[in-house]
């Protein structure tokens, strides 16, 4: 053995078994007197690495690499080092030198769909970890990132596949059991999300990740002031991690509790000033309180959001008009552009008449099942198709682009400027047509229903069950379907318990909407969950009853606490304090005190 060889081994020696600062002092020394020699330099690297010194760990491997520069051990080491730094550029350069010497290499093509994955381009992710024919059977990490990847390109049952056998080949890794959660959790399973989170639980009681899925869970499930325990127990464990802050910050929104949820988004916003979910989150406690001036500056918050970001159009245009950069001029040529659900574009289109008043040159994109009756209620020729000037060249015509929410608070700046209902039409042959068509039910009140909602997780959140509506169920009253999508096994219930629902079979409740306007003008009363529907009620002036099962799908429009919408003045909101029977109960009786219903407020 030689004397330099022998100087090596006495350091890792002492590293391992005796002091690793003077190991290390050691090293630093020898690396001087041979600058080049490889051994030496892996050795340094190695123990910078373990001494948290990574920065000496990579221009160890640097120094190497300039005398090998094809090794491919070295470029491995190197990249994973620059992962660890979230250095993803200089990680991918390292990764790519690799796949040139050895375009098969399985851990440098695994690694660059992760790169990828932690840089937000998952198109780029899915292409490069599908270009790996088959992942090495035991090779647990590899199909959590496939996981991974298919759960952000929406793929939810292969990601959930790729977690359940990561945890096949490695029961105790936590990861993977977090992450088959939270792809339960996007395919409404909250249950079985739960029981996950809790086996993640079992392998470290104290994972903050665990915890922080644990409690929004429970969020989820109105059971706030436990999540905050939970929330509270991963705080002691990680004091300054901004996700648990603002969840903490959410759950008080949600509760309606503006000093402690002020407390907590203050420590939260410092921390991230582009938490947008939670800025959202706050700005609609803003609004729920009627604090319009503290609101408005907030709400473009929306926009920003991950989930609502990549079903925008021409966001990136659109984004220098947004927050406080956001000045109109009157005489602009304006674009107004509609945003995500239906639902919502019935409520922005309450300051339609407002911008026609005030802007003469505007133009407002709708989704295509709106363009007659936005016309026909606004009685104004500026109503085009989703995407007429939108998705092309056209749009560069206009001074101005602006999302139509984003219009609001020019509009509502303190509460009696919202008086909202009856400001949509509905058409009247179509009107007259159901009208004679329930002539026949003169003595009975006509009462329409409607129990679910149908988009991602919050449209479970919100919906209840047919079996839930059955007391409203009596010989006096109609009661009339208005409930889109699905409800074959609905029909069967009602059937088995001889409830008469009367459906009007040819009409297409989601996507013909003038049809659906027409039926809501002949009803007495419409009992409802929130959906798009309630909002079609809500711009007719149909006096409607909605519910609102859980407080984490209450949204800014519907104050649980007044019971009432200022934003639809014909909309009474009840929330479900207690049970769902009793709810209904609650509404029984307000059908029976009275057959004419006013619940402006």
């Known amino acids: 053995m030689s004397n330099l060889e022998s100087k090596l081994k006495k350091i890792v020696n002492t590293f391992n078994n005796i002091n690793r600062d003077n190991a290390y002092e050691d090293i630093k020394k020898l690396s001087g007197k041979y600058p080049k020699n490889i051994n030496v330099l892996n050795v340094l690297s190695q123990i910078a690495q373990k001494n948290g010194d990574l920065d000496t760990a990579i221009n160890s491997l ?15 080491k190197i990249y994973k080092l620059f992962l660890t730094k979230s250095s ?46 088959k992942l090495k059977e035991n090779d647990f990490f590899g199909y959590n990132i496939k996981g991974l990847i298919y759960l952000k390109n929406n793929s939810m049952h292969e990601a959930k596949n790729y977690f359940e056998q990561a945890i096949k080949i490695n029961s105790k890794y936590i990861d993977s059991y977090n992450n088959l959660g939270v792809c339960l959790l996007e395919l409404e399973k909250l249950d079985e999300a739960f029981i996950i989170f809790k086996k993640a639980q079992e392998i470290d009681t104290n994972n903050p990740k665990t915890l922080i899925n644990l409690a929004n869970i429970l969020s989820l499930q109105d059971n706030i002031l436990e999540a905050i325990k939970i929330y509270n ?130 133009k407002i994109e709708s989704d295509k099942r709106l363009l007659s009756v936005f016309s026909r209620s606004f009685g104004n020729n500026i109503f ?41 039409l509905a058409k009247k042959d179509i009107v007259d047509k159901y009208k004679k068509k329930l002539s026949k039910y003169k003595e009975e009140l006509k009462v329409g229903i409607s129990w679910k909602s149908v988009i991602n997780i919050y449209g479970t959140l919100k919906s209840l069950s047919i079996k839930d509506f059955e007391p409203l ?15 074959e096994n609905d029909k069967k219930y009602l059937s088995s ?53 859980k407080k984490s799908s209450t ?14 003045k014909n909309i009474k909101v009840l929330g479900i304090e207690d049970t769902i029977s009793n709810t209904i109960k609650k509404i029984n009786n307000i059908i029976e005190k009275s057959n004419e219903f006013n619940f402006s407020n």
């Not at 309180?289 to 245009?317: P, Q, T």
Request: proline content about 2%; aromatic content about 14%.
């Open 233 to 362: 127990k991963a705080l002691v464990v990680d004091p300054n991690n901004q996700e648990i802050l603002s969840n903490i910050a959410i759950c008080y929104c949600r509760e309606n509790k503006e000093k402690e949820a002020k407390t907590y988004y203050d420590k939260a916003i410092k921390i991230n000033p582009f938490d947008y979910k939670l800025k959202y989150a706050y700005c609609t406690l803003q609004l729920k309180l009627n604090n319009f001036s503290n609101s408005w500056e907030l709400f473009d918050s929306r926009l920003l959001i991950e989930k609502n970001r990549v079903k925008l159009n021409n966001l990136e245009f659109v984004r220098e008009n947004l927050f406080e950069n956001l000045k109109v001029n009157p005489k602009n040529k304006l674009l107004i552009l509609r945003e995500q659900g239906i639902g919502e574009e019935i409520l922005f289109s309450s300051v339609y008449q407002d911008i026609i008043d005030n802007f003469k040159k505007v």
């Open 555 to 568: 949204y800014y429009y519907w104050n649980t606490s007044s019971e009432s919408s200022i934003w639809y």
């Open 473 to 487: 169920f009596t010989s006096d009253r109609l009661i009339i379907n208005l409930q889109y999508g699905s409800i």
């Open 62 to 76: 640097k120094k190497i690499l300039l005398i090998e520069k094809n090794n491919i051990e070295y470029l491995s």
């Open 88 to 133: 993803l550029d200089e990680a991918l350069e390292n990764i790519n030198l690799i796949l040139r010497i050895d375009k098969g290499y399985y851990e440098a093509k695994r690694d660059k769909a992760y790169v990828y994955f932690l840089k937000n381009s998952y198109d780029n992710a899915k292409k490069y970890i599908d270009d790996i024919s």
């Open 384 to 424: 085009v198709e989703d995407g007429y000037y939108s998705k092309n060249s056209k749009i560069s015509e206009f001074d101005n682009v602006i999302y139509a929410g984003s219009m609001v608070q020019f509009f509502r700046k303190r509460k009696t400027d919202f008086n909202n209902s009856n400001y949509l």
């Open 497 to 549: 318990q001889k409830k008469y629902l009367k459906i009007f079979n040819d009409l297409d409740l989601f996507n013909d909407i003038e049809s659906c306007m027409g039926l809501l003008k002949n009803l007495d009363l419409f009992i409802t969950v929130s959906n798009s529907t309630a909002h079609f009620a809500g711009a007719l002036g149909i006096p409607t009853i909605l519910i609102c099962p």
